[in-house]
């Protein structure tokens, strides 16, 4: 199969004529013209009907239009295996995670590549769910950690970990530990973090069957925001175990376990890059990264106590 020509027949069907496609492509038409004759010939179809506006696709056609983006893709997946498995893993790989958890996987994942493939650059974006989703979809990211689980035909995910969440409470205060029912949420002033003011954030999204109303006292978008203006006496912070990480061992601010919510942390990756080298490495090493963090969490086992 020569898959330039497969190419050029995918280019021809998604512009409608011999004509719009010799353009974007920057290919004479009569080379198009012979290609997609060549493939007709291979195939023993016709593929496609030429009239004056342009052409049509018969059923056969439409039938390997379906098909040609997949092995395009796989093509270009083996290529980049191949070129990559007899050298060091190169190029660039973009990943994007919550704040919370960017600044505890984030440094590690650059630690692991740097000493396996010095030639392997990252690049990182901090977000939450609905932007990650979206940089996804717009190829501007690899790999992203999502929240939600949504599906998509374009995206794989892959479910890692579950990671617990905390109240962070103002110098001095005592907080029930651990908090066992979610409506003791209900008596305090909160903060929760979100990038989206005009939405809900992650706390209300996983907690708004709780059918309790709670105080959201402040929306921020940083985590170190949220613990500013919680060490200033001015509310609570609900923040996931990434983001409670120094807290929880040095005992500055007073941490409690709540119990009921737990925040999925799956990973998500753009199908046509998955399986690339370069990517799975990164995505092995971002997944024992979310693992470990589970293995600390579940290793602590004095949250539990009162």
């Known amino acids: 199969m020569d898959f330039r020509k497969l190419k050029y027949f995918q280019a021809v069907v998604e512009a409608g004529s011999l004509h ?6 920057r290919v004479a038409q009569p080379a198009l013209s012979k290609s997609i004759k060549s493939l007709e010939e291979a195939l023993g179809v016709r593929l496609l009907i030429r009239h004056s506006k ?6 056969e056609g439409a039938s390997l239009h379906r098909h040609a983006a ?51 650059r990252l690049e990182f974006y901090e977000g939450v769910g609905h932007s990650l989703w979206e940089e996804l979809h717009l ?26 969440i905390f109240l962070l409470g103002p110098p001095g205060v005592k ?24 939405g809900r954030s992650w706390f209300e999204n996983i907690s708004r069957h709780s059918g309790y109303s709670y105080d959201i006292k402040y929306r921020v978008e940083s985590p170190q925001v949220a613990k500013d203006l919680v060490a200033r006496g001015l509310g609570y912070a609900v ?12 005992g500055s601010l007073p941490v409690s376990h709540i119990r009921p919510l737990k925040l999925p942390r799956a990973m ?8 690339h080298p370069s990517v799975a490495f990164v995505r092995n090493l971002l997944r024992a990264q979310l693992l470990r963090l589970d293995k600390e969490e579940t290793s602590r086992s004095d949250w539990d106590r009162p």
């Open 70 to 120: 997949e092995i395009l893709a796989a093509w270009k997946i083996a290529e980049a295996d191949v070129k990559e498995h007899s050298l060091d893993l190169t190029g660039t790989v973009s990943l994007g995670a919550p704040p919370t958890l960017a600044q505890y996987v984030f440094g590690n994942i650059c630690s692991e590549v740097a000493k396996a493939y010095p030639r392997l």
């Open 139 to 164: 190829d501007r990211l690899d790999i992203a950690v999502i929240g939600e689980t949504e599906g998509s035909d374009r995206i794989i995910k892959e479910l890692v970990t579950h990671e617990n």
């Open 20 to 25: 719009r496609a010799s353009e974007k492509l």
């Open 268 to 275: 998500a990756s753009r199908k046509e890059r998955y399986l």
């Open 54 to 59: 342009g052409v049509e696709v018969t059923e």
């Open 175 to 198: 907080v029930s530990h651990p908090i066992e029912r979610i409506e003791t949420l209900a008596d305090f002033p909160l903060i929760v973090t979100t990038r989206a003011p005009t």
């Open 239 to 250: 923040l996931p175990h990434s983001g409670v990480f120094q807290e929880l061992h040095d």
